[in-house]
């Protein structure tokens, strides 16, 4: 038994240096070739490498996808920011637009009225609750404003000043229908004659005028000019109120009835010129 085991261990033994031997005669062979020994570790680490490898790049992929994710969204802000920088721009570019053609249309006005003192004034406030009913503006009684004094924009009037404070001033407007005390004289000049009338009410359906009381029967044409006769007490005559649009009878059917297209926009009053005829009469 004994001998068994001797005989089992030289037979290992006489195993284990052939396969030394084998292995050692490979590795020497020619010196073009690579050893076994570094050609199965190359293939071990070849197979490890492409085992590693195509996890690692989808971590790095995803890495560098959120990476510029976040600088998109970051351009996207800086982006944003400009074009809201731009819309401001051009808010203000439209605003001073629309400031220097009214100040231009408030300069024409005040050249064509010189027989009368003029007084630039801007709207401060108006209520939305009485849109069409009055304005305040910036000047007052320390401006040798009074009650009265008629009161233009553009190239309209639009009423007169009802109240008068040291630096503010109340402008009832030709739309405020609940004021009878506001319904101004005006004429139509013809060739035949001068068509009487007064301004006594607005159609807000239409945003026009309304002239009743007309005391003539001659045929009024759309077009024509209508101004203020010069007949209501501080108001001269003159003044631009704006053109007829249409011509019908008033409800009695007794006598004409005139729609008038208002020369001021009564909807962005933004600067006014009041008119002291006072002015003209100490002339």
Avoid: C
């Amino acid at each position: 038994m004994n001998q068994f085991f001797t005989n089992k261990k030289m037979i290992i033994l006489l195993i284990s240096v052939i396969m030394f031997v084998s292995l050692l005669s490979l590795s020497l062979r020619s010196g073009d070739s690579t050893p076994f020994l570094q050609q199965a570790s190359n293939d071990i680490t070849a197979v490890l490498g492409r085992a590693f490898s195509g996890p690692a790049n989808v971590v790095t992929n995803a890495f560098e996808s959120v990476n510029n994710l976040q600088n998109t969204y970051e351009e996207n802000q800086r982006l944003k920011v400009e074009i809201d920088k731009l819309y401001e721009r051009q808010a203000e570019i439209n605003v001073l637009r629309d400031e220097n053609f009214r100040l231009g249309e408030e300069l024409e006005l005040q050249n064509s009225l010189t027989d009368f003192q003029t007084i630039s004034g801007t709207v401060i406030s108006r209520n939305p609750d009485n849109w069409v009913d009055q304005i305040v503006v910036d000047r007052g009684s320390q401006d040798g404003v009074a009650v009265g004094m008629p009161v233009m924009s553009g190239n309209g009037l639009i009423g007169r000043i009802s109240e008068v404070n040291p630096t503010s001033s109340k402008i009832v407007l030709l739309t405020n229908i609940e004021q009878t005390a506001n319904q101004v004289s005006s004429e139509i000049v013809l060739d035949e004659e001068i068509i009487y009338g007064l301004i006594s009410g607005y159609d807000s359906s239409n945003d026009r005028l309304v002239m009743s009381q007309i005391t003539s029967t001659l045929e009024i044409s759309e077009g024509e000019l209508i101004t203020t006769s010069g007949l209501g007490g501080m108001i001269p005559r003159g003044l631009v109120i704006g053109e007829v649009e249409e011509v019908s009878m008033d409800s009695h059917g007794l006598a004409q009835q005139v729609y008038v297209s208002p020369a001021a926009d009564f909807d962005n009053l933004r600067y006014v010129t009041i008119i002291n005829r006072l002015a003209e009469s100490g002339e």
